[in-house]
């Protein structure tokens, strides 16, 4: 699916352009000519032949071309009206189609219905709609502006697409304010036909970008959002900034995994399986801007700082700040409150001309020697000469300072409010450029469904198929040679949480006291045990290793989502787990095990002996296939896993089909 034609038409058609200056398609229209687009313009109105100087066409058909691919359509009507136009454009040849106009799925059911019809004509005749319900989008490389949006002038190297027409118009506001360009601006809208993916995968190749940023709500193909980003990332930092990830309205599954693995932790789980960069607020969307739109900025970008500061206080709070994101601090120089730009200059050139590849954090508060619009001339003239360091400035203060950061902002230096803000920021794109180099691609799987019983035997069975060991289970009254002591358990769909139900009996020495647990439990249990899904099974109690939970969810979305840490009745209350997308080989589950808070107790605390690593990696790698071919499996889990000092059994499991 090509988007050349997309992004780079030949010509625009505007379906609802209008003399009427407060119609959307006639602000479309004016932004498109405003842009300096110099391709043909062709306004689309059933009654007027004349619109802002343009020839009017009453229809699409008319208008005149050859080559109907080349152009791109922009449809900005009434919902009801908007499907006779898609079918016009298939029948034409109109590949490309932005639909601005509401009124679909996100306002009613039959909005909703004729949504679905949308999609289904598109799919019929191969088209690439952006919308419905959108503002459009800015491709300010190739200068045009096809919204309904005010865009600043001039171009930028990070391309934003946000799901949110509002989040958009005011992310395009408040960069204007700040005389900041981007690249491409994309309002995504329903993302009926294109979304996310698609933008993606055309703009990884774009070499005028260098990062993408993302407000998104919803992420339709995880799988293949992750296989796009994989790829990206080592390239180019992709910035996602994901609404709804509070726990809050999710329901509770019946399982452990279930419970702790969902829909807000597998987006977490894909967004670092991919190597983008998480952001949680458009206050730290913000912060980034500064630093991503410079040049070279991962050569530029270091973990260690150096201060130059007039404030002492200041100084302190952005040691404290750099101490608590756990990056470094080699130095700080105070030029004292009385420092005018001559001595900034002379500490900032001093540190410079250093070999060392140190970010120079530069702080100043207004004070009786400051000469803040000097300093400022300083700093961007020495930036200039050295354009291979990161220097970030915080000057604090009101009317003092403001006209020297607007300058140092206009000269697309990154300027920060306080030190914290830019420290932070840098901590983010450290992390993405620790990480980005090693990031594995992430391969898209077609699911794949085996034969899988939810019967608790049957899943002890499952277990062994794929080489993990399990502690002895019979079903009870079945004759074998016991040995003591042994657990009586109760299992079967009633009991996927034993505990609470009194379902585990401990502790039973002898065929007496056995035979005494499960008559008393048959009788307090009598309907429930009536059902033949339901029984009890019998086990030799384990008396060391360390208990651990192992499991996995099905997201619908990212797939399966793979979850490790500490197990038994207290895994849901304490929670000290890890979760990951299940796509794991021998190498990624050891680094996962090392990536856990408690790998000092497996790595053997206190002098005590280590657990069996390798033996947790090769059922961590087991449980990431079981998951990849059986996707009829929604939820799975091993808890109590027994992790020894040599080799680990399953002790109990449970699955949701």
Partial sequence: MSLDYFFKPLGVAIVGASSDKSKIGRQ????????GYRGKLYPINLKETKIANLRAFSSLENIPTRNFASILVVIAIPAQFVMSEIEKCGKLGLKNIVIISAGFKESSADGAILEKELVEVANKYKLNILGPNCLGFINNINRLNASFAASGSGTGRIALLSQSGAIGSAVLDWLKDKNFNLGYFISLGNKASLDENDFLEYLANDKNISAIILYLEDIKNGRKFMELVSRVSSKKPVVVLKAGMSERGEQIAKSHTGAMAGASAAVKAGLERSGAIMVESLEELFNLLPLLQMESMRERLSNTFQIVTNA?????LSADEISKQEL???????????ADAIKYELALRNLLSQKSKDNILILLTPQTSTKPLETAAVIIKLSKKYPKRLIVISFLGGAAVYEAKEIMKHAKLPVYAYPELAIRAINKLSDWKDVSFGVQPYKERLDKFGKTEVDYLALFSLLKK????????IRYGTEATLTYPVVLKAVGPDFMHKTD?????????????LEKAAASFYSQNKKIMQKEENYLVVQPQISSGLELILGFKRDVSFGPVLLVGLGG??????KAIKIVIADLD?????????SLSFFPILNGARGKKSYDINSLADVIVAISRLANEHAEIKEFDINPLFLKEKGAL???VRAII
């Fill in 28 to 35: 479309v229209l004016d932004n498109i000519s405003a842009s």
């Fill in 312 to 316: 002492g206080g200041l100084a302190v």
């Fill in 328 to 338: 470094f601090l080699r130095n700080s120089i105070d030029v004292l409150g009385d």
């Fill in 466 to 473: 794929y080489k993990i060991n399990t502690v002895k289970t």
């Fill in 501 to 513: 139900k009194g379902a585990i009996m401990l502790g039973l020495d002898n065929q007496l006291s």
């Fill in 569 to 574: 009745i207290y895994a849901e209350t304490f």
């Fill in 586 to 594: 021998k190498a990624r589950a050891l680094a996962l095990i090392q």
């Fill in 650 to 652: 399953a002790a109990d």
